[in-house]
């Protein structure tokens, strides 16, 4: 909930005191003990796939998108990328069983 690198959604940042204390009451969720308290009049802050500062995070790039990007270069400008594309994604699949 309140913890990790790269939030899939949404990450709770703060709890006001008292809506923090119901959750736990209500939910009995443990994770909530980590939600640190707002201490700036907040309800609650969330947190969403941004940083602090409005920097973007960004996911390193996976084994297939690394290799759909070089062979579709690889294939040349020649052809539409579609059918390029096509092409690699079928390659990978050869590859990958």
Known sequence: ??????PSVAVIRCLAPSLKELLLERTGDPRLHAVRECDDGSLIQI???RREGGVKRTR???AYNE???RCVKE???GRPVTERFRECAADWKRRKK
Not at 1 to 6: C, E, K, L, P, V
């Open 1 to 6: 909930m309140a913890s990790g690198d790269r």
């Open 47 to 49: 947190i969403s796939g």
């Open 75 to 77: 294939k040349g400008n």
């Open 67 to 69: 290799f759909i990007g």
């Open 60 to 62: 390193a790039p996976s």
